[in-house]
């Protein structure tokens, strides 16, 4: 899971990097036009032209690609791409998020293993689900339904592969 989130978010940093790149050679070769751009942007968030031309050369001059990366991008330095961190957060995340289900191993009886496994595991997944919308201010019951359907989801299609290859408990 890490590595996987590691090598989707350096993927994402690479894109973020070759547009500044590419931006940084138009504000070179063509700074009128850039500017023009920039007060667009601005006169389409509610500026009036004039306003809207004072700050695209205020902007411009104090940081040009900063303004460009941020407002015509969308690219700042706190919502830059972070492939390390990413994959530190899924990996802590997946680890906690497994330990409960494998704690549930330890009490279920063998012969009830399969389906107290997978309903535990929606329980823990709706109570994962109510936690972060509890804590991100999200509505609950969208978040905790989205999470429950996809867990299902997941383990339907994981156990129909199972099956389909004989390899299902």
């Known amino acids: 899971m890490a590595a996987g989130e590691y090598v989707s978010v350096s993927s994402q940093a690479d894109t973020e990097r070759a547009d500044l790149a590419r931006e940084s050679k138009e504000l070179a070769a063509n700074p009128e036009q850039e500017h023009a751009e920039l007060?667009?942007?601005?006169?389409?968030?509610?500026?009036?032209?004039?306003?809207?031309?004072?700050?695209?050369?205020?902007?411009?001059q104090h940081d040009a690609l900063g303004a460009h990366g941020r407002d015509e991008l969308g690219i700042s330095d706190t919502?830059?791409?972070?492939?390390?961190?990413?994959?530190?957060?899924?990996?802590?995340?997946?680890?906690?998020?497994?330990?409960?289900?494998?704690?549930?191993?330890?009490?279920?009886?063998?012969?009830?293993?399969?389906?107290?496994?997978?309903?535990?595991?929606?329980?823990?997944?709706?109570?994962?689900?109510?936690?972060?919308?509890?804590?991100?201010?999200?509505?609950?019951?969208?978040?905790?339904?989205?999470?429950?359907?996809?867990?299902?989801?997941?383990m339907a299609l994981t156990s129909g592969v199972g099956a389909l290859f004989g390899v299902a408990a």
């Open 39 to 60: 007060k667009a942007i601005y006169v389409t968030r509610g500026l009036d032209e004039a306003l809207a031309s004072n700050v695209a050369t205020q902007l411009m």
């Open 79 to 154: 919502l830059a791409a972070q492939p390390v961190q990413a994959a530190m957060a899924s990996a802590g995340t997946f680890a906690v998020g497994a330990a409960l289900p494998l704690l549930m191993v330890l009490f279920l009886p063998a012969f009830a293993l399969m389906w107290g496994l997978s309903g535990s595991s929606l329980i823990f997944l709706a109570l994962l689900g109510l936690i972060a919308a509890r804590a991100g201010g999200a509505p609950v019951i969208a978040s905790v339904t989205r999470v429950t359907f996809w867990g299902a989801l997941a």
